[in-house]
């Protein structure tokens, strides 16, 4: 079993729609990352959290530290959300050199 | 601030031929790692380095080797290519403080034939 799970692997949705993408993960962290990927380019950060919840424009993402579970949220979601997320831990030991345990991303297709 | 580049951006090899990826960032950060990234795979650790002069082995290390003499480059490196080692090439870095998030370069896509 992987020691981070996303689900789906594919999303496909409506102009304007919510959406929802879920992170598992099975083992101690200091942070959880979500990353976004467009098709054919570079990776970019989208929000690190270790509680709670973080909102930046459309995107909200929260984690709840006792289910070991993120979810990753955009609202009124617009084709040019239409990208991989993945999901991605930090371990908590210090002198692991905040090396990053990814999921295997999430496919987004928002379509006009 | 150019962040963290890769050179090359694109690179076709053929099996048994040897190449150096580079990976620079100007931002001061301590850590840099090297990932690699195929289908229905994720993106997987193959090193990273803690600190000028310091590496250490990632997931997927075997057939790549590295290097870090300054602390604003790592180098990963292929001494013999094979056609498994085909894939995209991630670059990233962060400071040492404890859950920062990762900077990544724009990639290097490598075929090896």
């Known amino acids: 079993k992987n020691e981070v799970e996303q689900s789906p692997q594919n999303l496909t949705a409506q102009e304007g729609e919510f959406i929802t993408i879920n992170c598992s993960y099975s083992v101690g962290i200091s942070a959880l990352h979500w990353l976004q990927q467009h098709p054919g380019g570079g990776i970019v950060s989208l929000f690190m959290?270790?509680?709670g919840k973080k909102k930046h424009g459309r995107l909200i993402a929260t984690i709840n530290i006792q289910e070991k579970h993120s979810s990753l949220h955009i609202t009124a979601s617009h084709p040019r959300d239409s990208a991989v997320y993945i999901c991605?831990?930090?371990?908590?030991?210090?002198?692991?050199?905040?090396?990053?345990?990814f999921g295997g991303g999430t496919r987004v297709l928002v379509k006009p | 601030n150019a962040g963290v580049t890769q050179t090359p951006k694109f690179r076709v090899l053929k099996t048994g031929q040897s190449m150096t990826l580079l990976c620079a960032q100007d931002?001061?950060?301590?850590?840099m790692y090297w990932y690699r990234q195929d289908p229905g795979m994720g993106l997987r650790l193959i090193h990273y380095s803690v600190g000028e002069g310091t590496t250490a082995k990632g997931e997927v290390p075997d057939g790549y080797n590295v290097s870090r003499l300054k602390k604003q480059n790592f180098l990963l490196g292929l001494e013999s290519a094979a056609p498994s080692q085909t894939s995209v090439y991630f670059c990233?870095?962060?400071?040492?403080?404890?859950?920062?998030?990762?900077?990544f370069g724009p990639g290097t896509r490598l075929t090896v034939t």
């Open positions: 931002m001061n950060h301590e850590y």
């Open positions: 959290l270790s509680s």
């Open positions: 990233a870095s962060t400071y040492s403080r404890i859950s920062y998030e990762q900077y």
């Open positions: 991605a831990v930090s371990s908590v030991i210090k002198a692991a050199g905040n090396k990053l345990t």
